[in-house]
């Protein structure tokens, strides 16, 4: 096996575990992947600098503000050569109203095993509120 093989095989798992610290509801393991001057440029333009105002953005998610939030890791893809990676996801959202989702993903730069940038992008503006059960 070639190093960059073995590379592309560490970032993904990388990818994977980041994604899940999220599904696990743990903001202390998800801010772990983050370096100290990281940037979070969220699907509505926010651009948060720093881990305690990504922190900060991430609060009302984690406290459950919006509800039960998961992500379903749909395609991950990395490039060894210039530390990036990428994950497709579909997030569903349980609330009073229902199940909500949208489909996005993260474009993530990496700095060593850290995260130095992450890229969302999204579908919709908003969650749409309709069953995802079945929609790919």
């Known amino acids: 096996m070639t190093d960059l093989a073995a ?25 772990s992947y983050l370096t100290d001057d990281a940037v979070y440029d969220e699907f509505n333009g ?42 497709r996801w579909l997030c569903t959202l349980d609330t009073k109203r229902g199940r909500a989702g949208w489909r996005g993903l ?3 730069h990496f700095d060593g095993d850290r995260i130095a940038e992450k890229l969302t992008y999204a579908k919709a503006k908003a969650p749409l509120l309709n069953d995802t059960e079945g929609t790919r």
């Open 46 to 87: 926010t651009v948060n600098r720093g881990k305690a105002a990504i922190r900060a953005a991430f609060v009302p998610q984690f406290r459950g503000d919006y509800g039960k939030l998961r992500f379903h890791t749909e395609d991950v893809f990395v490039d060894p050569v210039t530390r990036r990676g990428l994950v």
């Open 106 to 108: 993260d474009i993530l």
């Open 7 to 31: 590379e592309r095989r560490r970032l993904e798992q990388l990818v994977i575990d980041f994604t899940e610290a999220f599904n696990r509801d743990d903001l202390d393991g998800v801010m």
